[in-house]
């Protein structure tokens, strides 16, 4: 069975940091690209935020774009949102989702984690 298992969302104040785990079973992370999104309710989507892809190469664009950052470690099937300097603006449920390529349409993407919130507030 196929999961993707979001953690490390919480409470942070402004300024501060966060990362955020994406573990994946049932599927080997080493062949399938990982991005992030996010979504804040009643609005729409957000993202990619950024790609870990399966060759190692990273992307992030727009407001997470030297902010945030993505890694993945293959051999704990675990990929990573390092988010940094973190503003009121970035609250939002934060997901992960795989797929065979680096694609830039979410609608792409086969799997997706159950969501992890990050709420920065003073």
């Known amino acids: 069975q196929v999961q993707l298992v979001e953690s490390g969302g919480g409470l942070v104040q402004p300024g501060g940091s966060l990362r955020l785990s994406c573990t994946v079973r049932?599927?080997?992370?080493?062949?399938?690209?990982l991005a992030w999104f996010r979504q804040v309710p009643g609005k729409q989507r957000e993202g990619p935020l950024c790609i870990s892809d399966h060759d190692f190469a990273e992307y992030c664009y727009d407001s997470a774009k030297g902010r945030f950052t993505v890694s993945r470690d293959n051999p704990k099937n675990t990929a990573y949102l390092q988010l940094n300097n973190l503003k009121p603006e970035d609250t939002a449920v934060y997901y992960c989702a795989a797929a065979n390529h680096a694609y830039l349409d979410g609608e792409n993407y086969d799997y997706w984690g159950q969501g992890t919130q990050v709420t920065v507030s003073s």
């Open positions: 049932g599927f080997t992370l080493q062949y399938h690209a």
